[in-house]
């Protein structure tokens, strides 16, 4: 198995951290998390002239994918620039109509996402709110082995990351019923939870760049305070948690990728890796989250400096398409 990437999947990754960083993305967040979508979508049709969301829809559909290991290439730096929207949740909605093989729904929605045109929201069997309905063009809803299509919603609710808005779907028409549904859903919620533990790869790699950067500006007793080794442990501590997880993720995409070839083959599901890369990158980011905090001092309490952006991002992303304990317990089911 190859864990490194390829000189183009390099290439990718870095077009996309150029692009990112020349956008103002913390700007476009806040302003997200105000309910301002207009700066969101612009980043949103960026991504997709790069071809981030065609590599989520099969070419007869207008895209270049599946695939998985390009796409974790993309979110890792998602996660890296806090970009906001349910990036996550579009991409794992294209990955449900593909499993689904409704013709119609497949032909109507599939195109547009890999062009950038549509955002949409999936919301999971038994989770009550769909993350940022109020921006979506529309909302695909899980439930048992049914789904409904709908754009009705509750109001947003507050929570501890502001850039993610959730709400409560409400009604919707009956897109389909049966086992394709249940087989539909479990692949796209392996999907889901491989690209959010991408974005917590980036979210803890961001975090760790901008708090080394401040130790070693920041000075106590005439010295860096980077300088003291407490300090240095801590950091490395946090860094060694995302390095593990990183390859992790690597795996995940690979065994994603082949899962019609790996399964019944004796070792782990895809599913099962995937859940242990999202336990590991989602504890990853959240220690990197916890050590910012810390070495900032009170300055990470407060929400005016960007890195806020990140440090409450990185709990939710921990917990969003099963919480560690969910996931857990999947890699014990093989």
């Not at 109001?155 to 919707?172: C, F, K, Y």
């Not at 070693?216 to 300088?227: E, H, K, N």
């Not at 993720?249 to 895809?270: P, R």
Request: hydrophobic fraction near 50%; charge should be neutral; charged fraction near 20%.
């Amino acid at each position: 198995m190859r864990f490194l990437l390829t000189d183009e999947q390099r290439e990718f990754g870095r077009t996309l951290d150029s692009l990112l960083g020349a956008a103002d993305t913390p700007a476009a967040a806040r302003a997200w998390a105000a309910g301002e979508h207009k700066p969101g979508r612009g980043l949103w049709a960026r991504l997709a002239e790069t071809g981030v969301f065609a590599l989520a829809v099969p070419e007869e559909r207008g895209g270049m994918g599946p695939l998985p290991l390009e796409l974790v290439v993309a979110f890792v730096e998602l996660g890296r620039h806090v970009v906001p929207g349910p990036l996550v949740e579009t991409v794992a909605a294209a990955a449900f109509l593909h499993r689904l093989g409704d013709g119609a729904a497949a032909g109507d929605w599939l195109p547009r996402i890999a062009a950038g045109d549509a955002v949409v929201g999936l919301c999971a069997d038994g989770e009550p709110f769909a993350l940022d309905a109020d921006a979506a063009d529309t909302v695909l809803v899980v439930r048992g082995d049914t789904v409904c299509r709908t754009q009705a919603r509750g109001p947003v609710q507050p929570g501890l990351d502001p850039t993610r808005r959730l709400a409560r779907p409400l009604g919707g028409t009956v897109l389909a019923r049966g086992p394709a549904v249940t087989e539909a859903a479990r692949h796209a919620t392996d999907l889901a939870r491989l690209l959010t533990a991408a974005q917590a790869v980036g979210v803890g790699r961001a975090l760790l760049a901008r708090t080394v950067e401040y130790v070693c500006q920041r000075t106590q007793f005439g010295r860096p305070i980077g300088s003291f080794q407490a300090v240095k442990h801590r950091l490395a501590d946090a860094l060694m948690g995302v390095e593990f997880a990183e390859p992790l993720v690597h795996a995940g995409a690979l065994a994603l990728a082949n899962e019609a070839a790996s399964a019944g083959a004796g070792g782990l599901s895809a599913g099962a890796e995937v859940a242990a890369a999202k336990v590991a990158a989602g504890e990853a980011g959240y220690a990197a989250a916890r050590a910012a905090l810390q070495l900032h001092g009170a300055v990470g309490y407060t929400d005016e400096p960007d890195l806020s952006l990140w440090i409450r991002k990185a709990r939710p992303l921990r917990d969003a398409w099963g919480g560690p304990g969910a996931c857990r317990a999947r890699v014990l089911t093989g």
